[in-house]
């Protein structure tokens, strides 16, 4: 059984730029969520894509999109790249739609850096 | 809206010590809770999962307690160990989809 893996590691933008980060769910997983965490705080929830439609979104512009493909891999775009988007994107994977009783799997983190 | 706090914000303990995490939430009408593990830079590490309908959770050293009535939530680490130092953060899944974290609490263990 393989984990969650997020690429790339670590990135370097400068403002106004576009950015897509990807994520390979847990074997078996059909949900995922993606997080921003910035620095010294707790993950925020962006948004949760089940069965490749959004199944919920947090406090974020649309500037921040994303897909989930049918393997149920994922990516996250962010488009217009600002200053404050400079944080740790965390992606996570789980079953099922309203995981009320399940736990959440999380990947690296990608380090996303914006100039 | 959901608010997820936790005290303190930093602790550093002699290794050996037992000590106690603490996790408030504003809204009682909660799934589950959850408290993870973050090493510096990394990604985050699942450590206990308590439903709603339950009180308590152990894995090995570690101990939490779901009290949801008054939205409180403790971790019990039982003889600390250098290796425990990182970030610990708890997370309350309400309705929907989403986790809501609160901003961890910095823990060193002193060898």
């Known amino acids: 059984e393989t984990g969650v893996t997020q690429s790339p590691t670590h990135l370097i933008k400068t403002r106004g730029q576009q950015v897509t980060l990807r994520c390979s769910s847990q074997s078996g997983h059909n949900t995922v969520s993606w997080y921003q965490q910035a620095l010294g705080q707790g993950p925020q929830f962006i948004f949760q894509?089940?069965?490749?439609?959004?199944?919920g979104r947090g406090n974020f512009p649309p500037r921040f999109s994303g897909l989930q493909f049918p393997n149920y891999s994922s990516e996250l775009n962010v488009n217009a790249l600002e200053l404050d988007d400079s944080a740790l994107y965390l992606c996570?994977?789980?079953?099922?739609?309203?995981?009320?009783?399940?736990?959440?799997?999380f990947g690296p983190g990608t380090r996303l850096t914006v100039l | 809206k959901q608010e997820v706090t936790q005290i303190p914000a930093a602790l550093s303990v002699p290794e050996g010590e037992n000590l106690v995490l603490n996790c408030s939430f504003t809204?009682?009408?909660?799934?589950?809770l959850q408290w993870f593990r973050q090493d510096p830079g990394k990604g985050l590490t699942s450590l206990l999962l308590i439903q709603s309908s339950q009180r308590e959770q152990t894995s090995g050293r570690l101990n939490a307690s779901l009290d949801k009535s008054s939205g409180r939530s403790t971790l019990y680490i039982a003889a600390s160990q250098p290796g425990d130092s990182a970030t610990y953060l708890c997370a309350v899944r309400t309705s929907g989809s989403r986790l809501t974290f609160g901003e961890g609490t910095q823990l060193t263990v002193n060898p």
């Open positions: 809204d009682s009408a909660i799934y589950n």
């Open positions: 996570a994977s789980s079953w099922g739609r309203d995981g009320s009783t399940d736990t959440q799997y």
């Open positions: 894509y089940y069965r490749e439609e959004e199944n």
